[in-house]
DNA sequence: CTTGACCTTCCAGTGACTGGAGGCCCCACA
DNA sequence: TGTGGGGCCTCCAGTCACTGGAAGGTCAAG
C-alpha cells in the first residue's frame, strides 16, 4: 500500500503518517522509487495511533501503549496505570474548564449585550480581585 | 517599577510580560539604562490579561477585549459576543473531554491490572470498530 | 571593588501536527 | 511517444503561548 492508500483506510492525514513515521513510532519499509510501502500490520499500528490519540493519549504515551501492545510479557497492570493517569489528567482539565465555565456563564448572564458600552464582563476583568477561575491557569483550551 | 515587581504584583512571570510587550499587548516606556518602567496603568492591563487568560482567552481574544475595554463608545454586545463564543468553545471541550473520560473509565474498570498480560484497554485500542472516544479527535488535553 | 540580584537581548524548544514549495514518479490517454 | 494530472518525496516554516537558558549590562550593598 502507499500513504494515500493506508491513509484513507486509517482515516489519518498522510502528512501525521509522515510524521509518525519520523519520530519512529512507525517503521515503513520503501519501495526502489523511494515510496513508503505499508503492511498491513502498519495499518494496525496507525489505527492503534489513532484511537489511542482520539482517547487523548500523548504521543509519549502512544509509544508506551504500542510498546505493552507487543510485549508478550507485559503485565496488564502497566497498561492500567498509564491510562489511569491519563484518566487523572482528563478529570483535572474537565474540572478546571467547569470552573471557568461556571464564571464566564455568570459574568455572560449578567451582561445585557445591547447597544451600551456597561460591560460587568470587562468591569469583571479589570477589577476582580485576585485569581481568575481556578488557580491552575488556562492553558490549552 | 520594573519588570520584577510588576510581575509579583500581577502574578504574571516576567517572561511572560516581556513577551506581551513583544505581541504589542502592553507598551511599557524605557529608562536610560534600558530597563523597562512600568507605570500603574501597565500593571492593571497586565492584570486584565492575567484574568482574561486564567478565564481560556485567547491573546487574540485578550487583543479584542482590551481593546473594547479601552473603547469608551464600545457596545457591551460585542463583548459579550466574543464571551459566548468562547463559552461555546469551552463547552465544546467538555463535552469531548467527557467523551473521551467516559470511554477511557469503563476501559480501565475492565482491565484487572495484575501481573498478567491480559488486557481490555490494549484490545479495545487494536481492535475497535471504527471511531475513538468522540468524532472530534482528542488534540489540547 | 566585588558580589549578587536584577535587568537586557537573542535563540531554541515545547506538542502534535499542518501548509506549502519544489521536484520526482507513474499511468492513462491521444 | 508525448503530455497531463495526480500522487509521492523532502525540507522548511508556522501554529499557540509561552519557557528555558546563554551571554552580557546595571545597580545597590558591603
Not at 500523548?58 to 501492545?69: F, M, N, S
Not at 474537565?94 to 451582561?111: F, G, H, N, P, W
Not at 445585557?112 to 458600552?117: F, I, V
Request: aromatic share 4%.
Amino acid at each position: 500500500m502507499n500513504i494515500g492508500d493506508v491513509a484513507q483506510r486509517s482515516g489519518l492525514p498522510a502528512k501525521t503518517i509522515r510524521y509518525y513515521e519520523e519520530i519512529g513510532l512507525i517503521r515503513p519499509q520503501r519501495g526502489e522509487n523511494g515510496y513508503r510501502r505499508f503492511r498491513e500490520q502498519d495499518l494496525h499500528k496507525l489505527a492503534f495511533l489513532g484511537r489511542a490519540r482520539a482517547l487523548g493519549f500523548t504521543i509519549e504515551d502512544c509509544r508506551t501503549l504500542i510498546a505493552l501492545y507487543e510485549d508478550e510479557s507485559r503485565e496488564s497492570g502497566q497498561v492500567k496505570r498509564v491510562a489511569e493517569e491519563h484518566l487523572q489528567q482528563i478529570d483535572d482539565k474537565i474540572a478546571q474548564l467547569q470552573s471557568m465555565r461556571a464564571t464566564l456563564a455568570e459574568l455572560v448572564s449578567c451582561c445585557a449585550g445591547d447597544d451600551r458600552p456597561d460591560c460587568p464582563i470587562l468591569e469583571d476583568l479589570a477589577h476582580h480581585g485576585a485569581d481568575g477561575a481556578t488557580e491552575g491557569k488556562g492553558r490549552a483550551l
